[in-house]
């Protein structure tokens, strides 16, 4: 039961990042949100 946890937990964040980037991109957020870093291609808002 705590590996569930834990991965429903990894899973939420993962899906949250996506979700601010994809309505970034969309243009429902600032476009600062939407943007990646260059080597890795990883999202950077922070």
């Given amino acids: ?3 569930a946890v ?3 937990a990894l899973l ?3 899906m949250a990042s ?3 980037f994809g309505m970034a991109r969309e243009g ?3 476009a600062v949100m939407g943007s ?3 080597p890795g291609g ?3 808002f922070f």
């Fill in 12 to 14: 939420t964040m993962i």
């Fill in 36 to 38: 990646v870093l260059p």
């Fill in 42 to 44: 990883s999202i950077s």
């Fill in 28 to 30: 429902l957020l600032p």
């Fill in 1 to 3: 039961a705590l590996i």
């Fill in 6 to 8: 834990a991965n429903g």
């Fill in 18 to 20: 996506r979700l601010t």
